[in-house]
């Protein structure tokens, strides 16, 4: 999902809403724009719910399907991936690139270095950009940038996070996934015999050896898997999937991939290396199968907890109302006696609009006998 998720991250800012770009989060006025929705801080229980969703997303998702999230759309293998690209366009393909980098230095290795490194830095740099235009008007922000006006702050996060893109998919890559993200820690707690992840099928492919095309694997003892060790080539992690479901494996199916088409060019049946369940291999249960446990007891839960809270704060946000009103006793003034014999309170009304919309209101009190205003208040609330 390299280019869907890309072009929602370096699109959805330059996207107009309203005289402003459509998703903006304005830490100077404290305000969240997200399309119509206009956020506050009052509004932080929605960042709760947002956090706690993810949560079930992640238990739901991971309890069917593995790791999704690290193969097809977290950042460090979208971009890992980008940078591969960039780097396999301009040195080649991974025989090429080691045979690169043991020769001598030359102009055109240097060269070629020179070219994949400035173009990472320029992602990187851009990437940046993009990431402090979700906090800064970027139409704003690429003037400040063009008439070299911006503010440290500004440039401080477009560097750090371009240097953070640049360390992490040039150079730390599959070491991001394999020592320091913690997911991959705690990802066999969600994992059960029903959870589709990336299998060998041992029974299938050994005994593992090499043989000729014309060759039949039956009369010579062996089994599909004719150990070329392209699945180990592959893996950005570098771990043998034959060996067993590992903690390093990110669910990539770059495995999958290379077994296929070896598999082609052996002209032997296809899926030697797939998405399957540990009960599946065992039981030999047939998609039909797995995709009717697919829907068990843990996952059903999962899910109804998932759909009735995504309900729940949707509903919230869809029936929320225009205005937001606080009324605050002033400390400073006492109660005091009025001329007229009644007791006279001073209280500080604040009104927040949540909408973009200007509004007038009239200001009234109710609900005790004799209750007043000192006199009639109309207010405009300007909007969000």
């Not at 704003?140 to 503010?151: F, P, R």
């Amino acid at each position: 999902f390299v280019a869907p998720t890309q072009l929602i991250f370096y699109g959805l800012c330059w996207l107009p809403w309203h005289g402003r770009q459509a998703v903006l989060f304005d830490l100077d006025a404290r305000r969240f724009y997200l399309f119509d929705l206009v956020l506050w801080p009052q509004d932080t229980i929605y960042l709760a719910l947002l956090l706690v969703l993810s949560a079930l997303a992640l238990f739901l998702f991971t309890a069917v399907a593995g790791r999704l999230w690290c193969g097809y759309t977290c950042p460090q293998t979208v971009y890992t991936e980008i940078f591969l690209w960039i780097e396999k366009q301009i040195e080649g393909d991974r025989q090429q690139r080691m045979k690169l980098d043991a020769a001598p230095m030359s102009a055109a290795k240097f060269g070629r270095k020179t070219a994949k490194h400035t173009i990472w830095l320029a992602l990187s740099l851009w990437t940046g950009f993009t990431f402090v235009g979700y906090f800064t008007q970027i139409q704003d922000l690429g003037h400040e940038a063009l008439s070299v006006s911006m503010t440290g702050t500004e440039i401080f996060w477009i560097l750090f996070y371009g240097a953070a893109t640049y360390g992490n998919a040039g150079f730390l890559r599959e070491q991001m996934c394999k020592y320091i993200c913690p997911y991959a820690r705690f990802q066999f707690v969600m994992f059960d015999s029903d959870t589709l992840i990336i299998t060998y099928d041992e029974q299938r492919g050994d005994p593992r050896g090499s043989r000729s095309k014309k060759a039949d694997p039956r009369k010579q003892g062996l089994g599909d898997c004719v150990d070329c060790g392209i699945c180990v080539q592959v893996c950005p992690t570098g771990i043998d999937i034959r060996n067993g479901l590992q903690v390093e494996c990110i669910g990539c199916a770059a495995c999958i991939d290379a077994c296929d088409q070896v598999m082609d060019k052996m002209s032997y049946p296809r899926g030697l290396i797939r998405y399957s369940t540990e009960n599946a291999l065992k039981e030999g249960l047939v998609r039909k199968d797995i995709v009717k446990r697919a829907f068990r007891p843990r996952t059903l839960i999962y899910s109804a907890v998932f759909l009735t809270l995504t309900v729940a704060t949707g509903w919230s946000l869809l029936t929320r109302p225009p205005l937001k009103v606080d009324v605050v006793r002033d400390r400073g003034v006492m109660a005091r006696e009025a001329d007229d014999g009644s007791i006279e309170n001073v209280f500080q009304l604040q009104l927040i609009s949540t909408s973009e919309t200007e509004r007038s209101y009239t200001v009234g009190v109710a609900g005790i006998d004799g209750i007043r205003l000192a006199a009639p208040v109309q207010v405009k609330v300007p909007g969000a």
